[in-house]
C-alpha cells in the first residue's frame, strides 16, 4: 500500500542532536516525498510558536501536530482542523498543587506558551542545549499572575520542567491522580499533561478521517515515549536509534539515529527503493472483493508488505472466468467441485496456468497465498464436505506454483518471508 502521509517528532528525531537544525539529507528526502504527493506532517510536543525556525528548514511541511497532539494546524487554511484543550476544572486541579511547590511551569495555549517571571528560577536545565534554551525562553509569553491566566483560557497542554527531585515522586503522584488528564515523560524529570485521551497518536488518526487516509498508508517516526501512540497507530511506525526503548517496542521498525539521518534513510528504503522484489499476493488479502460470497480477507500483515515488496495481487478463481459472488468450492479427489455439485476444476486450472504465466513475467520467486482455499490454499485445505474441516493438501494454483519452484508462504507465515530477505533497515 503507497505511503500518502509522513509524520515526524520533532527532538530526538527530525533535529539534529543540537536540536535547532534539520540537515539537509533528511530535508531533502521529505521534501521528495511531499513533491511525490505525500502529506509531510510535523508532531511535537512543543507549540507552535516555537516551530517557526524549523518551518524556514522545512516549509513544504503541511500540517503540524503541536501540543503533544491537542491541536493540528493545516498550514495550507491556516487554521486548526483539531483540538482538545484539558478540562477547566482539571487545570484548576494542576495549577493548585504546582502553586505549592518551588516549580517552574509553562501552560500551552492560543499556540504559544505562557508563564510567571518569578517562576524562572525555578528552572532547572537538565542537557538542553543553550542555544536553544533561549531561543525556547524568547518565545514564552510571561503574565503578572499565571493561575489566573489558566482560569481564562483554553489550555492545550501543561509542562512541568525539570523540577528538584525532593518533590517529583510527590507530585508526580497527585498529578497521576487527576482522571482527567494524561501524562508522559519524554524527558527525565519533566512531566507533560493533556487532556486523557489526547496523544499524537489520537491527532494523527482524527487527520486521517479527515483526508480519508487509512493508517496502513501512514508513516510516523519517533523517539520518546510521547510518540508511542503515534508510531503504534501508523502502518510504518519506525522508531529511531536513539529511540527509548518503550518507544522501540511501539514501533514497528527502527532505523538510523537522529546524528546519522534516520528518517532520510528509511523514506529511501521504504518510499523511493526501485530494487523492491516482486511478490505475488492473493488480491484478496489486500481487501480486493473477489472471494466467493462477494467480500474479502484482507489482511494487514499481508497488505504491509507492499513496504518490502512490489505486490503483484492475482485472483486465480476469478482469472479462470469464475463469478463474484460464487458457490464455495472445495477439492474432492483431487477434483475441484462446487457446493451445489458443478465440476469447477477446469476453470481452477486455467486459472493457475494464467497465476503461473504472471509470476514468470516478473520473475517472482514468491508468493503469500490464501490459507485453506481450494485455489491458493498450501499444505492445508478444506477437506470436501464444505464443513470446515481441514486436510493436507494444495489448492489448484498453490500447487503449479510450488512445483514450478516459487516457494509459497500463508498470510499467517509473513514473518517468516521476511526472515528470508535482509530487510533490516
Ligand atoms: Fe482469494 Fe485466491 Fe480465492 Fe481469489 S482464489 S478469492 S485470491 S483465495
Not at 370 to 396: A, Q
Request: one cysteine or more; charged letters at 25%; glycine letters at 8%.
Amino acid at each position: 500500500m503507497a505511503i500518502k502521509l509522513i509524520a515526524t517528532d520533532l527532538d530526538g528525531t527530525l533535529m539534529s542532536p543540537d536540536h535547532i537544525t534539520v540537515t539537509e539529507k533528511t530535508k531533502n528526502a521529505l521534501l521528495k516525498a511531499h513533491n511525490a504527493g505525500i502529506k509531510t506532517v510535523i508532531a511535537t510536543g512543543r507549540t507552535l510558536s516555537v516551530i517557526n525556525s524549523v518551518l524556514k528548514q522545512v516549509p513544504f511541511i503541511d500540517y503540524i501536530i503541536y501540543s503533544n497532539g491537542a491541536s493540528v494546524f493545516d498550514r495550507r487554511k491556516g487554521n486548526n482542523i483539531y483540538t482538545s484543550p484539558i478540562p477547566a476544572d482539571a487545570v484548576r486541579k494542576i495549577v493548585d498543587i504546582f502553586e505549592r511547590y518551588p516549580v517552574y511551569y509553562e501552560l500551552y495555549a492560543g499556540g504559544c506558551a505562557h508563564s510567571q517571571p518569578d517562576k524562572a528560577g525555578y528552572f532547572k536545565n537538565k542537557d538542553l542545549p543553550q542555544d536553544f534554551l533561549d531561543f525556547y525562553m524568547k518565545n514564552i509569553k510571561n503574565h503578572e499572575s499565571i493561575s489566573r491566566f489558566a482560569t481564562t483560557n483554553d489550555i492545550e497542554k501543561i509542562n512541568l520542567f525539570y523540577f528538584d527531585g525532593q518533590y517529583y515522586d510527590e507530585i508526580k503522584e497527585q498529578l497521576f491522580s487527576i482522571s482527567e488528564i494524561d501524562c508522559t515523560s519524554p524527558v527525565a524529570g519533566d512531566i507533560e499533561m493533556t487532556s486523557a485521551g489526547v496523544n499524537k497518536g489520537k491527532a494523527l488518526q482524527e487527520m486521517c478521517k479527515e483526508l480519508n487516509f487509512t493508517r496502513e498508508e501512514v508513516m510516523a517516526f519517533g523517539d520518546a515515549d510521547n510518540d508511542i501512540e503515534m508510531l503504534q497507530f501508523a502502518g510504518y511506525g519506525i522508531a529511531m536509534k536513539n529511540a527509548s526503548d518503550e518507544c522501540k517496542q511501539a514501533a514497528k521498525y527502527e532505523t538510523l539515529s537522529n546524528a546519522e539521518d534516520g528518517i532520510a534513510h528509511a523514506v529511501e528504503k521504504f518510499i523511493f527503493n526501485p530494487l523492491k522484489p516482486k511478490l505475488i499476493i492473493s488480491a484478496c488479502l489486500l481487501g480486493e472483493n473477489c472471494k466467493y460470497n462477494g467480500g474479502n480477507n484482507y489482511c494487514r500483515e499481508a497488505a504491509l508488505l507492499s513496504e518490502w515488496f512490489n505486490l503483484i495481487p492475482v485472483c486465480p478463481e476469478c482469472f479462470g472466468g469464475l463469478s463474484v459472488p460464487r458457490m464455495p468450492n472445495e477439492i474432492i479427489n483431487g477434483r475441484v467441485l462446487s457446493k451445489d455439485g458443478a465440476d469447477n476444476t477446469q476453470a481452477y486450472e486455467d486459472g493457475a496456468e494464467k497465476t503461473l504465466y504472471i509470476a514468470n513475467e516478473n520473475n517472482c520467486c514468491y508468493a503469500v497465498l490464501k490459507e485453506r482455499s481450494p485455489s491458493c490454499g498450501f499444505g492445508r485445505i478444506y477437506d470436501g464436505t464444505f464443513s470446515g474441516v481441514l486436510t493436507d493438501g494444495n489448492g489448484i494454483t498453490a500447487d503449479l506454483l510450488d512445483r514450478n519452484g516459487i516457494r509459497i508462504f500463508g498470510e499467517s507465515e509473513t514473518a517468516k518471508l521476511l526472515d528470508e530477505f535482509d530487510f533490516n533497515i
